[in-house]
């Protein structure tokens, strides 16, 4: 199945954790060639919606659909156009960062892997680091790095939290850069941030969440 939807869309998603309600009844589209922020207190259902729009979490009532699928429907060909950066970076701290790159282009069954990998590494300013265990990286290379594993294979639907956590101002507008690429491919982005001077200028529409309901 190859899927290139055109929207993201959120029908009264609900989510609950045992009796704490984490999302109440949230509507929302996305659109590709877009970027969308998601914003609110910490608490407030962001990292909730992206780990329901990642497939990662099922919502409790409500549904999602990815252009004319839902994520039951369109199963492992719908996860292979999803890139996510999350709190958790998806990265193996006894490989390099060479190595994390290829390990995800091959599950993703790309092609030219070593011409991906090492393009990615120049993005992310590690070609000097390319064959060190990324065990003694700092956060904002282990950022970039994790940024780079999220879009090398082009995904469809690219889902960000956080991703400015630990980026000095040159990383910064680095990854400014590289969303506005992806937007003008066509890519779905959706992120949140506490950090709204960071994207300033970039996104094209705003979210906020507010104790797990869309405010108006």
């Known amino acids: 199945m190859t899927l290139d939807f055109q929207e993201l869309r959120f029908v009264d998603v609900t989510r609950t954790f045992g009796r704490r309600r984490a999302l109440n009844k949230v509507s929302l589209t996305a659109r590709a060639g877009t970027i969308t922020a998601l914003l609110g207190h910490n608490g407030a259902g962001k990292s909730t919606l992206l780990s329901i729009a990642a497939t990662l979490l099922r919502a409790s009532n409500g549904a999602v659909h ?24 998806y990265l193996y701290p006894e ?32 070609t000097d680091r390319r064959d060190e265990p990324i065990t003694g990286f700092s956060r904002g290379m282990r950022q970039k790095l ?58 094209d529409a705003s979210a906020l969440l507010v104790d797990g309901k869309l405010a108006a």
Do not use: C, M, W
Not at 66 to 89: F, S, W
Not at 161 to 175: S, V
């Open 66 to 89: 990815y252009g004319n699928v839902t994520a039951e429907q369109g199963g492992k060909a719908l996860r292979g156009r999803i890139g996510l950066l999350g709190h958790d970076l």
């Open 95 to 126: 490989l390099t960062s060479a190595e994390n790159l290829a390990f995800f282009a091959r599950i993703y069954g790309l092609d030219s892997v070593d011409a991906r990998v090492e393009a990615a590494l120049v993005r992310a300013g590690l």
């Open 146 to 203: 994790a940024l780079e594993r999220a879009l090398i294979h082009e995904p469809r639907l690219l889902l960000l939290d956080e991703p400015f956590t630990g980026l000095d101002d040159a990383a910064r507008n680095g990854l400014r850069e590289r969303l506005k690429i992806a937007r003008q491919a066509g890519a779905i982005i959706i992120l949140t941030t506490h950090d709204v001077a960071a994207i300033e200028g970039l996104t």
